[in-house]
């Protein structure tokens, strides 16, 4: 039996995820344009600067990020590979705690701040409760990662994303996933006079009925469930013990195994 981890939901073969860090105020004109566009993303935050002047308000965090996912990015910023790890974990901890009342879900990922890290750092944070984080290194391909605690983008959104994002749509049948992952900081379109730049995109890489809209936490959640299959020695059984459902190719064609359910091939079941 050709089995193959090739599929998003729905059958899809390709995702598309946003990025954007610290909270500015002008997260909510950006959010508003993925909203109009159906592209989901996430919001990395910083909680000790809600409220502050020239950021979200925690009024904005509730009302604004519905359709996204919010994140953790660290309390005040730092460096976290120059903390001692105790400091690493509050950082993160303390992020967590602060903006989970806002949206009322557990927070389990980050980024980077300044985009640096260090492998001594991945198990503290992992240890408060983070399980993905994302780098600021551009890959400019469209592959998952290997660790999600390293989860390098496609690009930032000022590397030539239309470019980026033709090839991606170009890009014909795969035997592995496909992400375009992209990131940045909603201030640079205010900074660089740029907005039509994230307009333009959005409308043209939203409303593909072939591309799932995803928010990061999605992402690594539908992922790990695809990994969690079990699957028996002849392949005639594919056991879904997660709550997620997940899709696979089975001799090239889409199979939709749901939660807690198993698939048989070529058996009487």
């Given at each position: 039996m050709k089995l193959q981890f090739n599929l998003f939901p729905g059958g899809m073969s390709k995702a598309l995820t946003m990025?954007?860090?610290?909270?500015?105020?002008?997260?909510?004109?950006?959010?508003?344009?993925?909203?109009?566009?159906?592209i989901k993303a996430t919001f990395?935050?910083?909680?000790?600067?809600?409220?502050?002047?020239?950021?979200?308000?925690?009024?904005?965090?509730?009302?604004?990020?519905?359709?996204?996912?919010v994140s953790a990015h660290s309390v005040t910023h730092p460096h976290l590979e120059r903390l001692p790890l105790?400091?690493?974990?509050?950082?993160?901890?303390?992020?967590?705690?602060?903006l989970e009342p806002l949206v009322d879900y557990p927070i389990r990922g980050m980024s980077y701040p300044f985009g640096t890290y260090s492998p001594a750092i991945i198990a503290p944070?992992?240890?408060?409760?983070?399980?993905?984080?994302?780098?600021?290194?551009?890959?400019?391909h469209f592959d998952l990662p290997l660790n999600f605690m390293e989860w390098h983008p496609t690009c930032h959104?000022?590397?030539?994303?239309?470019?980026?994002?033709e090839r991606f749509t170009l890009q014909g049948p795969s035997q592995k996933l496909n992400l375009c992952y992209i990131?940045?900081?909603?201030?640079?379109?205010?900074?660089?006079?740029?907005?039509?730049?994230?307009?333009?995109?959005c409308q043209k890489a939203g409303g593909h009925s072939?591309?799932?809209?995803?928010?990061?936490?999605?992402i690594y959640d539908y992922?790990?469930?695809?990994?969690?299959?079990?699957?028996?020695?002849?392949?005639?059984?594919?056991?879904?013990?997660?709550?997620?459902d997940v899709w696979v190719s089975i001799e090239d064609k889409p199979v939709h195994i749901k939660g807690g359910t198993t698939h048989y091939s070529h058996t009487s079941h």
């Amino acid at each position: 039996m050709k089995l193959q981890f090739n599929l998003f939901p729905g059958g899809m073969s390709k995702a598309l995820t946003m990025s954007y860090d610290d909270g500015q105020h002008y997260d909510i004109r950006l959010a508003g344009i993925f909203d109009k566009y159906g592209i989901k993303a996430t919001f990395h935050l910083n909680s000790s600067m809600l409220n502050a002047p020239g950021f979200l308000t925690v009024k904005d965090v509730q009302r604004i990020f519905k359709n996204h996912e919010v994140s953790a990015h660290s309390v005040t910023h730092p460096h976290l590979e120059r903390l001692p790890l105790p400091m690493v974990v509050d950082e993160l901890l303390e992020d967590r705690k602060r903006l989970e009342p806002l949206v009322d879900y557990p927070i389990r990922g980050m980024s980077y701040p300044f985009g640096t890290y260090s492998p001594a750092i991945i198990a503290p944070l992992q240890s408060a409760g983070i399980e993905y984080s994302r780098t600021v290194s551009s890959t400019y391909h469209f592959d998952l990662p290997l660790n999600f605690m390293e989860w390098h983008p496609t690009c930032h959104h000022n590397e030539d994303i239309h470019t980026i994002w033709e090839r991606f749509t170009l890009q014909g049948p795969s035997q592995k996933l496909n992400l375009c992952y992209i990131w940045g900081h909603s201030f640079e379109f205010e900074r660089q006079s740029n907005w039509e730049l994230i307009e333009a995109f959005c409308q043209k890489a939203g409303g593909h009925s072939n591309i799932w809209y995803a928010t990061n936490i999605e992402i690594y959640d539908y992922v790990t469930a695809l990994h969690s299959l079990k699957i028996s020695a002849d392949h005639t059984m594919i056991r879904n013990n997660s709550a997620i459902d997940v899709w696979v190719s089975i001799e090239d064609k889409p199979v939709h195994i749901k939660g807690g359910t198993t698939h048989y091939s070529h058996t009487s079941h």
